[in-house]
């Protein structure tokens, strides 16, 4: 039997890549220590993998900013805006394609979130005329980078169809024509790397979705014969997020390649399938170490599923390793020191998970009573524990009621009772955060470990606010926020107040390019122990006569952005967390805050990969927003932000939300999205994010005139806001000023316009 892990988290223990590339960026860095830095770190991981005993250590999972970029650059599918950089050394252009062009006033690719996760990768584009020009990929010297220092690499890239299938196709081009160039150069790719190898992953998640067009379906088989040939027969194809769906098993077990790798944590009912299709060719991978999540492995349940497999294939045929790219979970549990030993007994993180692959292996081969019945034990304990079951919160969510999910009126009653807040046509406002300065890190810092005292640190965060709250009104914005400096994160902050919730001091993961979030940990019952956010907005809303947001996070994205229990459904959990949400709610009402945003920005990327989970998820799921919000005055002002692009299917879902307003990502789609808007008709409010914050390039009050002249075509002009399309923390002053300030001429303009018809 063999073991391996498909990839490792590229980010550093300490953050070192995330490091590296912002100096970089800001010109304090050069490229060659750019590099030493990811050599080391690429080294370390082998390392750490060797160490734990597993039969190959993987290439080709480390990227500088991302995996999907990586190919594109491979296969050299360079979007025709970027023709002015076309000269550029091949790093410069990496980070181009990934981050934009200020000075040339390019934008970055398009960014989305990776299947159901919450990472984010770069969106190939392939229009009628791109430029497709050489290029290379990272894996093939990393893979004899690793050969050369005496480890065995397994170099893993992502397939063709999962490539294509997520690229974009622009102004009409075919994408599936592109497939012969592309297998082409995917060949060139195997030969070389077979060569320093016994073992290629190649990765086509998109098997475990249903996107994959029919008609494609077709060519699949072809291909992969060919591309194992070209491997000579090292090909590991690797599907993970959930089971293979539909025929795409027997796409799977008929591609000829030489294993397959199944997801066993999110598609375990799939094996018995699985080995009855199984060709005697074939060997297979089982995923059975959880990469999305952190908790440990159930040894017992595991080599069940894995003596299950050795018994159907012979051990020689069988691989273990982890279910996905470990790049999902942070990276050593060994640096937590203050998580208290009940909890920190549950948790293994990427080198732990290494470890646990060979401690299953040798459970398999020989039996292990002892570390059978440790790991049992630890699971146990963990479900005695108090904190695992409250009495009084099962109690109060078997107690929820269908009227407790409602508002008193239908949208167009309560329009008419939000008139009192007298809004222009066209309001404009904010995501919520704003610029989050060196100086505050360091005040909430500093306020963490015990240096500066409470007082302090309040009277350091209402400054900002009230500078926050200056500046908005100078910039003339219609409804303001606080800016949210008090949160490190938006889900973090909540996490931090709620009972349930534990936090680490280093569970850092990638979420796009260096940024980095550190998921709660959701480990017990969940209840609200304290008003949460009342105190800040007051304090807002004190400076001004504009009305200032209520800011909250709602529950599926508190959810589906922490690492959750496994042992009470997730839709239980939800309604937990849903249940303190709506307390705050409520309080802030009281309060006098009259409008409330309860941010939504996970809601869409934690919807299962098929059809029809996906339907029973978003059913669950909007009851809880409606629960957590649903609990105000017709006169209330509810609004939800939601950022992501692939909103299109689901905004029949968005609109069972019965959200009053609702924000929404689109400006790196230019507004696709609208589209939606004329097939479903949607009455309540709607702001189209008119600018992307991703970037640093600050949008004319042409592009947002334009932009908003263009959504006007979709949404009624009662119906419109005017916001950028996030949150604007990751943004300097410099950038953020300057765009509101045309976003709010460009909303003028606009309204002008609107008025002299
Ligand atoms: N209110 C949050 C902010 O502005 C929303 C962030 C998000 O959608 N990711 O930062
Ligand atoms: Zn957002």
Redesign the pocket.
Known sequence: MQTHILGFPSIGKQRELKQALESFWKGNLSAETLHETCTKLKKHHWQIQKDAGLDYVCSGDFSLYDRMLDMTCLLGAIPPRFTPCLGDSSLERYFNLARGNTKLNIAALEMTKWFDTNYHYLVPEISANEQWIDGEHPVVADTLLAKELGFSPKPSIIGPFTWLTLAKAQSGALKWSRLETIISIYTKLLIELSTACDCIQIEEPILCTQLLPENVKDKFREVYTALNTASNNKLMLTTYFGALVGRNLDLATSSNCAVLHIDMLRGCQQLDDVLNKLPDTMALSLGVVDGRNIWKTDYTKTTEFIKQAVSALGAQRVFIGSSCSLLHCPVDVSTETALPEYIKNRLSFAVQKCAELTTLRKIAEYGNDAALNENAAVLQAAAAHVESHIEAVRKRVAAITPAMTDRHSAYPERRASQRWLNLPLLPTT????FPQTVEIRKTRLEYKQGIISQEDYVSAIKREIKDCIEKQEKLGLDVL?HG?FERND?VEYFGQQLAGFCFTQNGWVQSYGSRCVKPPVIYGDVYRKHQMTIDWILYAQSLTQKPVKG?L?GPVTILCWSFVRDDLERSEVCKQIALAIRDEVQDLEKAGVHII?I?E?ALREGMPLTYAEAEIYLQWAVDAFRLASSGVADSTQIHT???YSEFNAILAWIAKMNADVISIESSRSAMELLDAFTEFHYQAEVGPGVYDIHSPRIPTVEEITGLLHKALKYIAKEQLWVNPD????TRQWEEAYPSLENLVTAARLVRESLTKL
């Open positions: 904010t995501i919520g955060s926020v949210e938006m800011m996070t945003q941010d920005a932000h939601m950022c996030c949150g604007l923390k």
